[in-house]
């Protein structure tokens, strides 16, 4: 039993430093999703068509936003180390990385919205004799052309946020985060509904309050950042030239290649196990529109833990700490499984009552209690896995992270799908039980990789 202890189980100076840079993520993740919930129930209150046009470009923005996650992450690698090493140069270097990359990622997918918009919209709009298919395309369109003016502001303030929680300042990310998502909450109820003598703009009022908050977000953590940046020592000079060095350029495009890449494929194939799901019907999407957005609000304990593995973790390595690195990853990990366990059983007897805050019909949630209940039974495997995603990503093995998420995700999660909703009649729920249970074989594989630590590399000795 003592073995075990010093084994899983840290002392109360461990869950300090863990809890430090955990909880600012899960307190913005939580407040995030509290008012996505929130705006979600109020476009709800529009009707189930159109919620689901909003919740199909949603699908669609994920993917965006998770290719921005993507961009970033193969230089948040180098950044978390090189800040562990001291060196305030390199943070620079891979901040510029992440500005320049961002702007050519928003060019292309302004590109692939403005001219593939309305057909991907489509892709998802089955009918099953109940809903206007009309309304939620026209909903959806209407939605998507004020969210594009977004994906800018959007990037900007996932560059800089990303660049700060890597120099341990996890704090102002999360002030900016949870002001932007009150006014967006705000925003919604009067521009949606034309409350103190505001139009009532409906679906165009949710985009605009979502536009008008990642101004504030944007703002909030550039003043600030610019503002300090006699302690923020990246900062200084970041845009008087675009210099990087090659040698780093390389190893950020070496590493971080194969994120983008993962990152990207994995939003697209979501984005496919949805429509795979949709030819069960226009429900089926609200449904999992509704059950998402609730299990998004219980997911922030191993979402928030796993990005503390990236930057603690990573800390370490760059200082050449690699056996604490070991021991520090193998004990957060445990703590996140310990707390998902927990978090689970809250999430199954509790969160299937957020359905009845829906102006829609009893079978979407009917549908939607039994999806959340099935993400909880589920919580535990997800979070190990993504803790073996980011213990693995941190230590620089991109290639088998890709191998492990997307690849994975793309030869048998979506196949798997794609057959058993074409090519059988199975309930939409037997089909989301057995797509998802396939995730266990990657639980085994993360615990293996884990175990023979191939990820524990020091990236920035030699740079």
Not at 35 to 46: K, P, S, T
Not at 85 to 99: A, E, M
Not at 284 to 305: D, E, K, P, Q, Y
Not at 410 to 439: D, K
Request: hydrophobic fraction near 50%; include cysteine.
């Amino acid at each position: 039993m003592r073995k075990f202890k010093e084994k899983f189980i840290g002392d109360r100076d461990f869950y300090r430093m863990v809890l430090l840079i955990a909880l600012p993520i899960m307190a913005q993740n939580v407040v995030a999703n509290l008012v996505g919930l929130l705006d979600n129930i109020m476009v709800g209150q529009l009707g189930t068509e159109q919620m689901s046009g909003v919740a199909i470009v949603n699908q669609l923005m994920m993917v965006f936003n998770i290719c921005v996650f993507g961009l970033v992450s193969g230089a948040s690698i180098f950044s978390a180390q090189f800040y562990g090493q001291g060196n305030h140069d390199g943070v620079r270097y891979t901040f510029r990385f992440k500005v320049i990359s961002g702007v050519v990622l928003n060019i292309i997918w302004l590109l692939i919205f403005g001219i593939f918009g309305e057909n991907l919209i489509a892709l998802y709009l089955k009918d099953d004799g109940t809903s206007d298919l009309m309304l939620t395309q026209s909903s959806g369109m209407s939605y998507l052309h004020i969210m594009m003016i977004g994906l800018v502001l959007f990037t900007i303030s996932q560059i800089y946020a990303s660049t700060l929680r890597e120099i341990g300042q996890t704090m102002v990310p999360m002030v900016s985060g949870i002001i932007a998502v009150f006014i967006n909450l705000i925003l919604n109820y009067i521009l949606i509904f034309g409350h103190f003598g505001a139009p009532k703009m409906g679906i165009e009022g949710a985009a605009w309050a979502t536009i008008v908050s990642r101004v504030a977000e944007a703002l909030i953590v550039i003043i600030w950042t610019h503002s300090h940046g006699k302690e923020y020592h990246f900062i200084r000079g970041a845009y008087r030239s675009v210099k990087i060095p090659l040698s780093l350029v390389g190893q950020i495009t070496k590493k971080g290649t194969p994120l983008l890449i993962n990152e990207a494929l994995w939003a697209v194939g979501q984005a496919t196990l949805v429509q795979c799901y949709s030819t069960r019907g226009l429900n089926v999407v609200a449904a999992i529109n509704i059950s998402g957005t609730v299990a998004n609000l219980f997911n922030v304990v191993f979402i928030s833990l796993g990005s503390a593995i990236g930057i603690i973790v990573g800390q370490l390595l760059g200082a050449g700490k690699t056996e604490e690195a070991v021991d520090t990853d193998r004990k957060i990990i445990f703590f996140a499984e310990i707390c998902c366990l927990g978090i689970g059983t809250l999430m199954f007897f509790v969160a299937p009552q957020f359905t009845h805050l829906y102006n829609t019909t009893d079978e979407v949630r009917t549908l939607a209690g039994n999806l959340i209940r099935i993400s909880s039974v589920l919580m535990p495997i997800h979070s190990f896995y993504h803790a073996s995603y980011f213990t693995l990503r941190t230590g620089g093995k991109t290639v088998i992270t890709f191998l492990f998420d997307s690849f994975y995700l793309t030869v048998v999660n979506v196949p798997l799908a794609f057959c058993l909703s074409r090519f059988t009649a199975l309930p939409v729920l037997v089909l989301y039980i057995l797509v998802n249970g396939a995730e266990l074989f990657k639980v085994i594989v993360g615990y293996v990789l884990i175990k023979k630590r191939v990820w524990v590399n020091n990236l920035v000795s030699e740079l």
